[in-house]
């Protein structure tokens, strides 16, 4: 089970609005989201270099703007039988007037059977929730980004009618 958070200073709506706008690009490929990707560090593998495994994945996200969630699915783009998929919820919770936190909870199943989970309980331990906390990280980063440029144009338009 996976279950994360980032803390944004935005007013909920606002941040919500963006969240289900961005994850609808995402999950039809529409720019500036048409090559998303995953990536893991490759110390969180357990290799003694810096850099990172990136590997370009398919989302499709289903908004429940009610209920100020999306159900969403992630898995690679390509050879998908050597990538976990991940099975989840990500959430917009209001934390007062301008505050919220974007959270990530669900689960990941990894590829190859037994063999699989075995990597992942070993040799792979973490790599999936260090690839998901760099979504989550990411995303939060993109709700900022929209949120304020909304904001900026918005304070635009009243100093220039």
Same mark, same amino acid.
């Given at each position: 089970?996976?279950?994360?958070?980032?803390?944004?200073?935005?007013?909920?709506?606002?941040?919500? =609005?963006?969240?289900?706008?961005?994850?609808?690009?995402?999950?039809?490929?529409?720019?500036?989201?048409?090559?998303?990707?995953?990536?893991? &560090?490759?110390?969180?593998?357990?290799?003694?270099? =810096?850099?990172?495994?990136?590997?370009?994945?398919?989302?499709?996200?289903?908004?429940?703007?009610?209920?100020?969630?999306?159900?969403?699915?992630?898995?690679?783009?390509?050879?998908?039988?050597?990538?976990?998929?991940?099975?989840?919820?990500?959430?917009?919770?209001?934390? &007062?007037? =301008?505050?919220?936190?974007?959270?990530?909870?669900?689960?990941?199943?990894?590829?190859?059977?037994?063999? &699989?989970?075995?990597?992942?309980?070993?040799?792979?331990?973490?790599?999936?929730?260090?690839?998901?906390?760099?979504?989550? =990280?990411?995303?939060?980063?993109?709700?900022?980004?929209?949120?304020?440029?909304?904001?900026?144009?918005?304070?635009?338009?009243?100093?220039?009618?």
């Amino acid at each position: 089970m996976v279950e994360m958070y980032v803390a944004l200073e935005l007013e909920p709506t606002a941040a919500r =609005d963006a969240t289900t706008e961005i994850l609808r690009a995402l999950g039809e490929q529409r720019e500036p989201y048409e090559r998303a990707l995953l990536s893991v &560090g490759l110390r969180n593998v357990h290799l003694p270099m =810096d850099g990172a495994i990136t590997v370009p994945v398919a989302a499709s996200v289903d908004p429940r703007p009610l209920r100020w969630e999306c159900a969403i699915h992630i898995e690679a783009e390509n050879h998908q039988e050597f990538f976990p998929t991940f099975e989840g919820t990500l959430t917009v919770t209001p934390n &007062g007037h =301008d505050a919220c936190e974007l959270w990530l909870q669900g689960s990941y199943t990894p590829p190859m059977g037994t063999f &699989g989970a075995t990597l992942n309980a070993t040799v792979l331990r973490g790599a999936a929730e260090s690839s998901l906390r760099a979504f989550l =990280d990411w995303l939060a980063h993109e709700v900022r980004s929209a949120v304020e440029g909304r904001q900026s144009a918005g304070f635009d338009r009243q100093m220039h009618p």
